[in-house]
């Protein structure tokens, strides 16, 4: 008895507290509580990517009783078939259901069901946001985009629930509950609509390419690349089958072409013409263009001959005309007598082929080559060859249609640098470039000539004159067309209106063919679009 009394005082008074923590442990089940991740909207409002929530419904028992399945067909009663929604359940033992709170209330109470909220991340059906929005996988973490870039803002803080439940494992009270925080909603510079007319553009033709649409202070408001994929896929959780055709798919709809670095052929010939304006060439030089550049050695032998575009010749050629026509013999000569040191010096200082700092975690730098970059990569020697190359980029030049886009920018702002962005208020503006005023002029009305000037042939029309004949406002811009092992990559990049700049645009077509028949008209549709929506408001 002696023996009894004390393991009683032992057990209630001394270890009290010890024994107590155990059982709390055993009877304590902690939940916790996902966090609603905030919404990305474009920059109108509209839903680019929200939580949407869901239920599932588990059977309990091998079959229902009678009492059981009218009170499933109560709950049932707001879908099209509750019978067949019943059988389903009956035959597969599980269901997914978007219910409303009251038969949410009705389905917790029915003892021989299980059914638990859960939620998935819903995305846009508008293709033309893919690449921008990214998505998030099953288990929740978040892949490329804006959904990666702005975890952070997005995913918010979840919460708790602490449950007392008895021996069986049911619930019996809520101890404590600390109630999840939403993540923020967000709002983009993005522009759905016009993002989803670029999209069918690229679609109706039928080639890969990308188009970037941004306003002069850095907003973007179109990053497409074409083909896209359909975010959702991922979400839900993505069939081997599927995945299997999105990886191996030729056209690589995975792939943001928007930021992946490509040869630029003639749009960057506005850069040549800034560092020979930098470095105090007059742009009143001419030259004889007769449809092709012999280099020739000290000794006045012929080493190599380098082709125009336009067989027969440009004629008299000074800077102006040489952007205009895009005469590629002129820039030959303008990339030797500038030599590339001084080329790749000025692409380094004013960042022209690297990183524009967009707020996506993807994107991916362009090149401009010099001899140490060719040594270090290829162990080889730089020749005159590939300065020729270089000045009309191609060779190794390369550039993303983002940093062509921030280019052009730089022209459109004469010499201000603006930061690519899709989060409001992050715009910065500094000057990089600086040239008189008059440099600006010459450089601007030549990109201006290229889509106005009406010519008795092709040495001395503008390159985008017939894409662009009868549009009503002034544009200014410059096209490309980079030779590759097959069909040529198509570009276009411009601005307007040409005196006060509003919106930039830039577009590549992968093998598309020439600049001028290709990524121009597209240019144009483009800003068709843009105007038409832009001066409706």
């Avoid at 930039?504 to 063919?513: A, D, L, W």
């Amino acid at each position: 008895m002696t023996i009894f009394v004390f393991r009683l005082v032992e057990l209630q008074l001394i270890e009290h507290r010890k024994y107590q923590e155990e059982v709390e442990k055993i009877t304590t089940r902690t939940l916790k509580l996902p966090a609603e991740r905030g919404k990305i909207l474009d920059r109108n409002g509209e839903p680019l990517a929200w939580d949407s929530r869901y239920h599932v419904i588990h059977k309990k028992v091998a079959h229902f009783s009678d009492t059981a399945r009218n009170e499933l067909l109560d709950v049932f009663s707001e879908e099209t078939d509750p019978e067949k929604t019943l059988k389903r359940l009956e035959v597969s033992g599980e269901i997914i259901l978007h219910l409303t709170p009251d038969k949410f209330y009705k389905a917790k109470n029915i003892t021989e069901i299980t059914i638990t909220d859960e939620s998935v991340r819903r995305y846009s059906e508008n293709m033309g946001v893919s690449h921008v929005v990214g998505y998030i996988n099953t288990e929740g973490i978040p892949q490329r985009g804006v959904e990666k870039q702005y975890d952070y803002l997005l995913s918010g803080k979840p919460g708790e629930k602490v449950l007392l439940v008895d021996s069986l494992g049911r619930e019996i009270l809520t101890k404590s509950k600390l109630p999840p925080k939403k993540g923020v909603d967000i709002q983009i510079t993005i522009d759905a609509s016009l993002s989803s007319e670029i999209y069918a553009i690229f679609k109706e033709i039928g080639q890969p390419g990308a188009a970037v649409v941004m306003s002069n202070n850095g907003e973007i408001l179109a990053l497409v690349s074409y083909p896209s994929y359909n975010p959702n896929l991922f979400s839900h959780g993505i069939s081997e089958k599927d995945w299997q055709r999105l990886k191996l798919d030729p056209q690589a709809p995975l792939l943001n072409r928007a930021i992946s670095p490509y040869s630029p052929g003639s749009v960057i010939k506005p850069f040549i013409s800034m560092v020979a304006l930098k470095a105090g060439i007059s742009p009143d030089a001419t030259l004889s263009c007769n449809g092709s550049y012999q280099f020739k050695d000290s000794e006045g032998r012929t080493l190599s001959v380098f082709r125009d575009w336009y067989l027969y010749g440009h004629g008299i050629v000074d800077l102006k005309k040489a952007i205009t026509v895009s005469c590629n013999v002129y820039f030959y000569q303008l990339g030797l007598q500038l030599h590339i040191d001084t080329l790749s010096k000025f692409a380094h200082r004013w960042r022209i082929f690297e990183r524009t700092g967009i707020d996506l975690p993807e994107e991916t730098a362009g090149i401009f080559p010099d001899p140490a970059w060719k040594l270090k990569n290829y162990g080889e020697q730089w020749y005159p060859g590939d300065t020729i190359l270089s000045s009309i980029g191609q060779g190794y030049v390369l550039a993303t249609p983002l940093e062509i886009a921030r280019m052009t920018a730089i022209i459109a702002n004469r010499g201000k640098d603006v930061i690519p962005h899709l989060l409001p208020g992050l715009s910065q503006t500094s000057t990089v470039v600086e040239l008189p005023a008059e440099n600006w002029d010459i450089l601007i009305d030549a990109m201006r000539k290229v889509i106005s000037k009406k010519g008795k042939s092709p040495a001395d029309e503008g390159t985008a004159y017939h894409a662009f004949a009868g549009f009503k406002y002034e544009v200014a811009g410059k096209t490309g067309t980079a030779e590759t092992s097959s069909t040529p990559h198509s570009w276009f990049t411009g601005f307007s209106p040409v005196n006060d700049p509003k919106v930039i645009v830039t577009v590549f077509v992968e093998n598309g063919g020439y600049g001028s028949t290709v990524a121009a008209p597209i240019a144009r549709k483009i800003l068709e679009f843009y105007y038409k929506e832009n001066l409706s408001e």
